[in-house]
């Protein structure tokens, strides 16, 4: 019963960090635009008459001082509104909308390559490290390293040249929506995602890698296979489980470098997602909508992070222990 | 003493700094070197291949000497990887040293900070800070060259500095429960000496470590900002010559293999001597 | 038990070292404070050696460290040469420094890694400019030696090549180099193997003798400050249960506490005859202790009394001071 109740307050306590966290991002994030050496004003304010400027004023917000324009933005954010495009005509569309088309084709890159990556990396490692130390063990080791540190951008673009207009295996370019072929879409998707994923594949593979090695040494082990157990058994199900923990950790950090990557990739193919949308904000200039381009990158982020914690707290075996189940 | 210590490197780790040392080296005496104007286009010669006469490794579509850009880039891209690291570096790892030392706080406001930027993912960061702060007043008139590499340097150190001040700030956190620093008060030592003296020492190896790690972060960082269109836009740098070719690199496919491999290669060696360090620091502590 | 008193003070012996109602707090996270030291006293004469003995937790690390000022306290007092040592600012603390030095538990993290030994026994030399570089030098040698070190093969090792006894030796030179008038040793052989630690408490006497120094020494080990001591405190949970010399506390614990203590020490022969007095259940939590004698939850002669009112130390042959409302 005891433990029950501390882990509320406890997760009480995470949660008022999070949000600390994420409101501390948003603020600054709303104080940069402040920093402007163009000043939102001259950008924005385009009528000509002087109650027109002053409309335009009160519309966006300008007139008001750092805290209270933020305080306003957050009231909106966390109620969906993001803005709107900023046109000197007026009307333009809601950063919303910009979101609600964009962020779906982000989320799909990102999650495939995670999805992929993991997939191909945990029986990778764990071959590999059953097999470490044979001879080709030292070749494999360097390509790995080689691999996880090659930059995303780099495997895209050369994927792009070779395989998408050289070759022409797969599409260079362009993005199919899965309502529209299941085929086309995947296919499109293939060259993005294994640029971001093969750098990952390699640096899950050499984790899980390192964490099976040192697994296999120890007496659990000896007795799983004096037991009897086949050695596959013992490899999926008593090796994989501990090291799942690092597994998860390595993932949910490696979210922030995706993120990043998914920005370049989506311009290399040429995938209309999160990091167009943010690409044209900085060229349209358009800073509101920057502004909740980036908050919205910040928040998933911390909650996806946050969300891995918890998880990791539930599944790794040496905090069952202390929670008295 | 530097000769014996690279003797006993791995091969691997003994390309990885040759390679580096050659890059160094080509960013520091690149005006010097032999080779054609990177910023002269060569218009009878506009995407030869490889190996042709007067241009070793050819030329992109618009006659600009391939090589002559990579050293002309190097220097670019090594000073901006090197300003931000260092600069980012040292002011992270005093406030984290400090804040470590200091506790209480001042401690909880500047972990609180550095959890706030790294809550933004890099990239995304690096993007947002050169985005608002390399905005021109008039629309039609792009942002001058130098306030852009002066806009990317600082925007990189912002991004660097939460990196390695969590690192330091965990490091001095492992080090200040250590009895010799209690002892190092017991004798007579101020505040100040034992953190310069005792902590800053033991703590250095581990900032090394994740510091080339780092510098192969901005060199991409820096590629990947210039791809998109909003970091150096001349061509003067590594990601700069990539972006500028990656339109029509069909034609003259060499003039991008190039510089992404160099750049590919310099991140790689990049890594592997920070994962060397930190190999070498996790080996020293484990004496302990 | 819960000792409080100053029954055993002897102000009219001039001692060097006095400490009067010490009291060292812990705020622990959310909750009341934890009082590892709750109105402690004692003094020390030159040439004494204090043992100050007491199971895990009971506070005596913290008060080698407060009686040095290196942790904070919440009250009290540490009159050292005749100066309060918790009110002094902190220019004129640091400057005293050099007379009360310390050794601590774990030999090899009480020395800075990345330093050869000779600069680490050289440091308090430097800090306070003690004669000139080769001075200073030649000095580091004689104290390498003085502690049983080959001082030219050892010089310009790090800590790190050393075993435990040998990095205690080192600490020891160290320690002595500003040639210190009260040395507080906090469980100096706790971390070595039974072996070295003989030889480590043999030479903690020589350069007792031989610097004339005065010592506190802090441990949970009742059989290894026997030898050292000439006075021993027994505490208790941030009080003082018993004070006495040596062999009075051996022959003739006259408190519960004590005398559990002294029968677990292990006799060479298994054949002679002993009443071992075990001592039930766990010690309570620091931060909630039982109130009034603080031992009674595990006392064999609690009575009512002991809930109530905290004993006092009190005389009960010469030199020798009880706290407890029914001593043995």
Redesign the interface.
């Known amino acids: 019963m005891k433990a029950k109740t501390t882990s509320i307050v406890d997760v009480l306590k995470r949660l008022a960090q999070l949000l ?3 409101i ?2 948003t603020f ?2 709303s104080l ?2 402040r ?4 000043g939102l004003k ?1 950008l924005y304010v385009t009528g000509l008459f002087e109650e027109d400027r002053q409309r335009q004023i009160k519309e966006l917000g300008l007139d008001r001082n750092a805290f209270s324009y933020y305080l306003h933005w957050l009231w909106d954010f966390v109620r969906g509104d993001f803005g709107r495009i900023v046109l000197p005509g007026g009307g333009g569309e809601s950063v919303a909308s910009h979101v609600g088309r964009a962020l779906p084709k982000t989320l799909q890159l990102v999650f495939y390559t995670q999805i992929f990556a993991l997939a191909v990396a945990i029986p990778l490692g764990i071959l590999s490290a059953y097999r470490a130390g044979r001879r080709t063990d030292r070749f494999v080791s ?1 390509g790995l ?2 691999a ?4 995303n ?2 495997l895209g ?2 994927l792009a ?1 070779i395989v998408g ?2 070759l022409e295996w797969l599409p260079p370019l362009g993005y199919v929506p899965i309502s529209e072929s299941f085929v086309d879409h995947i296919r499109g998707m293939v060259l993005p995602v294994l640029s971001l994923g093969i750098p990952l594949i390699a640096s899950y593979t050499r984790l899980l890698r390192t964490d099976v090695i040192a697994t296999l040494r120890e007496d659990f082990v000896t007795m799983a296979v004096a037991k009897g157990l086949s050695d596959r058994r013992i490899l999926f199900t008593h090796v994989l489980r501990p090291s799942s923990v690092t597994l998860l950790t390595a993932a949910a950090l490696n ?3 995706l ?3 998914s ?2 990739i989506e ?2 193919f040429s995938i209309p997602g999160l990091g167009t949308e ?2 044209f904000a ?2 349209g ?1 358009q ?1 509101f909508a ?1 502004q909740a381009y ?1 908050a919205l ?2 928040v998933g ?2 909650v996806f992070n946050s969300v891995i914690d918890v998880i990791v707290g539930i599944v790794d075996p040496r905090t069952r222990e202390r929670r008295g189940a | 003493m530097v000769l014996e210590r690279f003797r006993s490197l791995d091969l ?1 780790t003994k390309l990885c700094s040759s390679w580096l040392t050659i890059m160094i080296l080509m960013a520091v005496l690149g005006p010097l070197l032999p080779l054609v104007n990177p910023r002269e286009a060569d218009v009878e010669s506009m995407g030869v291949g490889l190996f042709s006469s007067g241009h070793v490794f050819g030329t992109d579509t618009n006659g600009y000497d391939v090589l002559a850009n990579i050293v002309d880039g190097s220097r670019l891209s090594l000073l901006i990887a090197v300003v931000s690291v260092g600069l980012g570096g040292f002011l992270g790892a005093a406030l984290g040293i400090v804040s470590a030392f200091v506790r209480g706080k001042f401690d909880y406001v500047v972990s ?2 550095f ?3 790294l ?7 690096g ?3 050169v ?3 390399a ?3 008039d ?1 039609t008139q792009a942002v001058s060259s130098n306030r852009r590499v002066v806009v990317v340097m600082l925007s990189l150190t912002i991004v660097i500095i939460p990196i390695l001040g969590r690192i330091a700030r965990g490091a001095t956190l492992t080090w200040i429960n ?3 620093i ?9 505040n100040h000496q034992i953190v310069l003296k ?1 902590v800053v ?2 703590v250095l190896p581990s900032i090394y470590a994740i510091g080339f790690l780092a510098i ?1 972060v901005v060199i ?1 960082a820096e ?2 900002l210039s ?4 970091g150096i836009t001349d061509g003067v740098s590594w990601g700069a010559a ?1 972006a500028r070719v ?1 339109g029509d ?2 034609y003259a ?1 060499h003039s ?2 190039m510089p ?1 491999a160099v ?2 290669l310099t ?2 060696a990049c ?2 001597i920070g ?1 060397y360090l930190r190999a070498q620091l996790d080996e ?1 502590e484990g ?2 | 038990m819960a000792g409080s008193g100053k029954a055993h003070l002897r102000p009219s012996s001039d001692p060097i070292l006095s400490v009067e109602d010490l009291v060292v707090e812990f705020k622990a996270a959310g909750r009341e404070s934890i009082k590892a030291v709750s109105g402690i006293s004692f003094d020390l004469i030159r040439g004494e050696t204090l043992a100050v003995v007491g199971e895990s937790g009971c506070g005596k690390s913290t008060l080698g ?1 407060a009686i ?1 000022r ?1 942790i904070p306290s919440s009250g009290g007092s540490v009159s050292f040469e005749g100066r309060d040592l918790l009110a002094l600012p902190d220019d004129e603390l ?2 005293m ?2 007379a ?3 050794i ?3 030999p ?7 330093f050869s030994v000779a600069r680490l026994v050289e ?2 030399l430097a ?2 400019a003690r004669g000139t570089v080769e001075e200073r030098s030649k000095r580091v040698d004689e104290l390498l030696e003085a502690v049983g070190l080959d001082a030219h093969l050892v010089r310009d090792r790090k ?2 090549e050393f075993s435990g006894g040998q990095c205690q030796r080192i ?1 020891i030179a ?1 320690s002595l180099a ?1 040639e210190p008038m009260l040395l507080v040793c906090d469980e100096p052989v706790s971390a070595l193997d039974v072996s070295v630690q003989a030889q480590i408490l043999n030479l903690l006497q020589d350069m007792k003798e031989r610097y004339g120094l005065t010592m506190v020494f802090i441990s949970h080990d009742l059989a290894v400050v026997k030898a050292v001591s000439t006075r021993i405190m027994v505490m208790y949970l941030g009080k003082v249960c018993e004070v006495a010399g040596p062999d009075t506390i051996y022959a003739q614990p006259r408190h519960h506490y004590t005398h559990a203590l002294v029968s677990s020490i292990p006799l060479p022969d298994p054949n002679a005859p002993r009443v071992r007095t075990a001592i039930e259940g766990e010690p309570p939590s620091p931060a909630n202790p039982p109130s009034g004698c603080r031992f009674r939850t595990r006392c064999p002669a609690a009575t009512d009394e002991c809930a109530v009112e905290e004993p006092q130390l009190t005389e009960v042959a010469p030199g020798h001071f009880v706290a407890c409302h029914h001593p043995r």
């Open positions: 600390l966290v994420v501390g991002a600054l994030l940069l635009l920093l402007l050496p163009v001259e360097y390293f080689t996880a540190s090659v930059p951008f780099v673009l050369l040249l207009a050289k979210m922030g470098a993120i990043g990557g920005l370049v311009r290399v943010i690409g900085i060229f200039r800073y920057l980036v990158v910040a982020y911390v | 691997f609180l900070s959890n706030i930027m809550s933004i993912p890099n990239l995304v960061l993007l947002a800070l985005a608002v702060l905005t021109s007043p629309p250590r009895e010799f209690t002892a190092a008060r017991s004798m007579g030592l101020k005792h020492p033991n192969g991409v590629g990947a791809l998109l269109g909003v990539i990656s690199f069909t496919p991008m293999y992404v750049l590919a991140v790689i890594n592997q994962d020293r004496k302990i | 460290k040095l290196l640091r400057q420094r050099p009360m030095q310390m601590f538990q774990d090899v993290s009480s020395l800075d890694p990345r440091e308090p800090i306070w800590p790190y600490s160290r500003l």
